[in-house]
């Protein structure tokens, strides 16, 4: 196992197979930037299944049990169940998921399910319908979504998690809404704090709800009480309902950072290996894979990298991270 300069281990690896959405949230491909002038990658630029697979098995032995298939929309990308199979076949990952919009999810569930995945995490900020529609910013409705979340539960892929950003002004005075509409189905509520990834989502701090402030919300109506973390690294706190109807999550990358345990890694849908969400450099592995050098050699080359890591980006956010380039969301995965 690999450690990094602050001892923390590489166990955690998210994959992006596309750049492309569906979607233009605002927090994340605000639609005046990424419109129709905006450049894709071309074909061509995007790792095939042959690479990630083998990118896949490198990070596998060198530590990383979970995987996590990203975007862009994951969805998006053709035959991506061909992907998961393989994927599921490498010893040593013991967890294979994905994260979606679930606007394909429904007709797609059954299909990731016999190929190997094990479970998926649904974006779904709002059930008032004007307010999701706004925020996804393409008019996609509440209830299409909600029909893949309940897809995913048919097909074994639990427990489903619904990631909810929440941003002031906009769908914090929903939070209690979802709550309430999760408690008692087995699924699993998070709440992401808005985050200053990338450069073009207009972030502020003012536009922040602290997860204290979420939790508070939600306590006040049903009461919580914190639960331990369900495996080290773990980024979201974790609160349980006190009358056993299930639990929810919060992600305070702003509020609270968790740079301390971060254990992951993640490789753009081009083939570059980041060390932290809010990068503003990677290193390009294609060149590498593309190349006759060896699986050892590889592996390598990404242990000295995680080895000289010392990323604490939401730790010093700050005047020192003000202006900072970073790579976008859409491009390196969430």
Partial sequence: MVTDTRRRPLRDLRISVTDRCNFRCTYCMPKEIFN????????????????I???????????VHKVRITGGEPLLRRDLEVLIA????????????????????????????????????????????????????????????????DAAAAAGLTPVKVNAVVKRGVNDHTIVEMAEHFRGTGHILRFIEFMDVGTTNGWRLDDV???????????????LEAIPPAYPGEVARRFRYQDGAGEIGVITSVSNPFCATC??????????LYTCLFANKGLDLRPLVRSDMSDE?????????????????????SEHTDGLPKVEMSYIGG
């Fill in 36 to 51: 129709r002038e905006w450049e894709f990658l071309a074909r061509d630029e995007l790792l095939t299944f042959e690479e």
């Fill in 53 to 63: 697979g083998r990118l896949a098995r490198v990070f596998a032995g060198l530590g």
């Fill in 86 to 149: 393989d994927l599921s076949s490498i010893h040593g990952i013991d967890d294979l998921t994905l994260t979606t919009n679930g606007s394909l999810l429904a007709r797609k569930a059954e299909t990731l399910a016999a190929a190997g995945l094990d479970r998926v995490s649904v974006s779904l900020d709002s059930l008032d319908d004007d307010v999701f529609r706004a925020m996804n910013d393409v008019d996609f409705p509440v209830a299409r979504v909600l029909e893949g979340i």
């Fill in 209 to 223: 709800v602290p997860a204290a402030d979420i939790v508070g919300a939600i306590h006040a109506v049903h009461p």
């Fill in 263 to 272: 254990t992951r890694a993640r490789i753009s849908a081009d083939g570059f």
């Fill in 297 to 317: 050699a590889i592996a390598d080359v990404v242990g000295q990298v995680w080895a000289s890591r010392d990323d604490r980006y939401s730790e010093v956010r």
